[in-house]
C-alpha cells in the first residue's frame, strides 16, 4: 500500500457515503456562481396546503442512498450553465430506441427526405446524395469515397432503384464504423485510470458522471478526481454527481495545481483499493500550447506512481462541433495520446456525420456517443445501431 502524500494529508478532500464525510454542495454552486436561489411565486391559498403535503417527499435531488433501480426513472447532473440546471431531475420514459434519439440530428432529416420522395436512380441522386453528406459533416475524403463507389456500382448497374442504392449506403456506413466500435475493457488492472480530456464546453464532467454510474452498476469500485481546477465550479459539480452517486471525489479546490490532484487521487485509489479512477481535466482550446503541455505533465506525474497509467485517455468530442473536431483530436493525440472517443450531444442538432469523419480519419476506438441527458443515455457505441438510428429501413 502506498503512504498518502503530504497535499492530500493537508489539503485534498474526499466525500462518499461510508467512511468519508460529504459536504453539502448547494450552497457552494450559489457562491461560485455568484447566484442566489431562484425565487419561487408565493402559493396561492388553495396550494399551501397541498404544498405543505408534497414538502416531504419532494426533492429536486434525488436522495443519495436512492437503489440502483431507482436511479433510471430520476434524472441526473448535465452539462450545467448554473446550479439550478445541474439540480433539475426530469423523469423520462426510461426506454427510447436509437432512432427516436437520432431523428432529429441534421444527418437523419437530410437522409430521410433524401429518400422518402421515392427518387429516380441517377447521377443527379447521387449529387444531391453528396450534399447530404457534407453537409451533415461526413468530410469530404468520406463523402467523395462514399459516393464514387455507389457512382460506379449504379453505372455497373448493381441497383435496381434508389431504394437498393440506399440499402447499399447503409451497408457502406457500418462497413466504415464498426471497425472502430471497440467497447472500453477494463481487464484486470486496479486501479484502472481513465483520463478525461476535451475542449471547453463539450461535457467532459458530465460524461465522467454517466461513466461512474454505468461502471457503478458493473459493481465498481469508482473514484473520482477533480482535476479541472480552472473552471468555476467544475469542483463543485463533480461533487455533486460523487454526492449523488455516493461515489467518493478527491479535490483540493479551484486553481489547484491538476497533476497534483490527480497524482494524490491514484494514491488514494491504490491505498483504499478501488477498482476505477476517473479524472476530470480542464478544458483545454486545442490551439494553446501551453495549456496542452499541462496534460502532458498530468501523465508524466502519473506515471511515477503506474508506469502504464493512465491505461485509457477518453476524448470528448462535442457532436455539434463539425469539422473542427477532427483537428482537436489531431491536436490531443499529439500532446497527451488518445486512446479512445466519447461523441456527445447527437440527440439534439447535432449533425452526426463527424463519427464518421472521426473514423476515417484516426480509426480510434468510439467507445461512447452520448445521446441524450439522462445517465443511461450515455450508450456503448454500436456502429449497427447508429447507422439504423441515422437511416432507417423503410424510410
Not at 15 to 33: D, E, I, Q, R, Y
Not at 127 to 137: C, N, R, V
Not at 157 to 180: K, N, S, T
Amino acid at each position: 500500500m502506498i503512504a498518502l502524500s503530504k497535499r492530500w494529508q493537508a489539503g485534498a478532500s474526499i466525500s462518499s457515503h461510508g467512511n468519508f464525510s460529504v459536504t453539502p454542495m448547494s450552497s457552494l454552486w450559489n457562491k461560485l456562481a455568484g447566484r442566489n436561489p431562484r425565487p419561487e411565486a408565493p402559493p396561492t391559498s388553495g396550494e399551501r396546503g397541498a404544498q405543505h403535503d408534497r414538502s416531504a417527499e419532494q426533492s429536486s435531488i434525488p436522495a443519495r442512498h436512492d437503489s440502483p433501480a431507482e436511479w433510471s426513472e430520476q434524472g441526473l447532473p448535465n452539462v450545467a450553465s448554473g446550479p439550478d440546471d445541474l439540480l433539475t431531475a426530469t423523469p423520462m420514459p426510461s426506454r427510447r430506441s436509437w432512432r427516436d434519439r437520432l431523428s432529429s440530428s441534421g444527418f437523419a432529416r437530410g437522409l430521410s427526405s433524401l429518400f422518402a420522395r421515392n427518387p429516380v436512380l441517377s447521377d443527379e441522386l447521387l449529387d444531391e446524395l453528396e450534399i447530404t453528406l457534407l453537409s451533415a459533416d461526413v468530410g469530404v475524403a468520406s463523402t467523395g469515397e462514399l459516393t464514387d463507389d455507389l457512382r460506379r456500382r449504379m453505372h455497373k448497374r448493381e441497383f435496381a432503384d434508389a431504394i437498393a442504392l440506399r440499402e447499399a449506403l447503409r451497408a457502406r456506413l457500418v462497413a466504415l464504423l464498426e471497425p472502430v466500435a471497440q467497447p472500453l475493457e477494463i481487464g484486470a488492472r486496479k486501479p484502472f485510470v481513465l483520463l478525461v480530456v476535451g475542449v471547453n464546453g463539450v461535457g467532459k464532467t458530465t460524461t465522467i458522471g454517466k461513466l461512474a454510474r454505468r461502471f457503478q452498476q458493473d459493481k465498481r469500485e469508482v473514484l473520482l478526481a477533480a482535476g479541472d481546477t480552472f473552471r468555476a465550479a467544475a469542483v463543485a459539480q463533480l461533487q455533486e454527481w460523487g454526492s449523488r452517486l455516493g461515489v467518493p471525489v478527491c479535490s483540493q479546490g479551484q486553481s489547484a495545481d491538476s497533476a497534483s490532484v490527480i497524482f494524490d487521487a491514484l494514491q488514494m485509489a491504490v491505498a483504499h483499493q478501488h477498482d476505477i479512477l476517473i479524472a476530470d481535466t480542464a478544458g483545454r482550446l486545442h490551439t494553446r500550447s501551453g495549456l496542452m503541455d499541462e496534460l502532458a505533465k498530468v501523465k508524466r506525474v502519473l506515471g511515477k506512481l503506474d508506469a502504464e497509467a493512465p491505461h485509457e485517455v477518453l476524448m470528448v468530442i462535442d457532436g455539434t462541433t463539425g469539422q473542427n473536431a477532427i483537428n482537436q483530436v489531431r491536436q490531443f493525440i499529439n500532446a497527451i495520446g488518445v486512446t479512445g472517443l466519447a461523441v456527445t450531444k447527437l440527440d439534439g442538432t447535432a449533425k452526426g456525420g463527424v463519427v464518421f469523419a472521426l473514423a476515417r480519419e484516426f480509426a480510434l476506438p468510439i467507445r461512447y456517443v452520448g445521446l441524450g441527458e439522462r445517465a443511461e443515455d450515455l450508450s456503448v457505441f454500436d456502429a449497427r445501431a447508429f447507422v439504423d438510428g441515422l437511416l432507417p429501413f423503410g424510410t
